[in-house]
């Protein structure tokens, strides 16, 4: 991702986190609807659960732009998403889902440049978890 994408994803938090419980339970429907196979991975209480996501993705997402500071914790909790059963193919799903609940909640405010960033965010971010460096 360029500089002026990570701009536009670091600046769109602070619409993101008055709302993040929302998104998060968006993300959590619209992904189990999707690929309802994914539903069964889940132990705990998802609001705890759409907390701990919202958390991690915003202090993963605001450190983007120095990767090799966020990279060791990025790479442990991928490392934990594999003893949960989570396989490297489920991330493009949770992208997906993640950006539909982004666009559900931020209508036309969800630009397509906006969108493209969030996507290429969360791509840097799932190659650091899945220990895949791009090459
Ligand atoms: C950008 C991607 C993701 C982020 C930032 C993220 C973040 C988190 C965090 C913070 C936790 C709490 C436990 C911990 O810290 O180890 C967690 C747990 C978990 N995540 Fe993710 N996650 C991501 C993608 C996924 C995907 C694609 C799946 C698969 C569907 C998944 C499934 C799980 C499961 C099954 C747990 C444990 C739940 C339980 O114990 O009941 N995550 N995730």
């Known amino acids: 991702m360029n500089t002026e994408q990570f701009k536009l994803v670091r600046d769109s938090l602070i619409h993101v986190r ?3 419980d929302q998104v998060a339970e968006s993300f959590y429907t619209h992904l189990f609807e999707v690929s309802p196979h994914l539903q069964k991975l889940f132990m705990g209480d998802m609001k705890t659960q759409g907390t701990m996501l919202m958390t991690s993705l915003e202090l993963a997402v605001s450190g983007l732009d120095n990767m090799q500071s966020i990279l ?9 998403h594999v003893s949960y059963g989570v396989k490297a193919e489920y991330y493009p799903l ?8 982004l666009e559900h909640h931020f209508e036309d405010e969800f630009t397509p440049a906006l969108r493209d960033a969030w ?5 840097a971010l799932v190659r650091a978890m899945i220990g895949d460096s791009g090459g």
């Open 94 to 101: 949770a992208t997906d889902a993640f950006l539909w609940a």
């Open 72 to 80: 060791p914790s990025v790479q442990a909790l991928g490392e934990r």
């Open 119 to 123: 996507a290429e965010a969360f791509d």
């Open 18 to 20: 008055p709302i993040a």
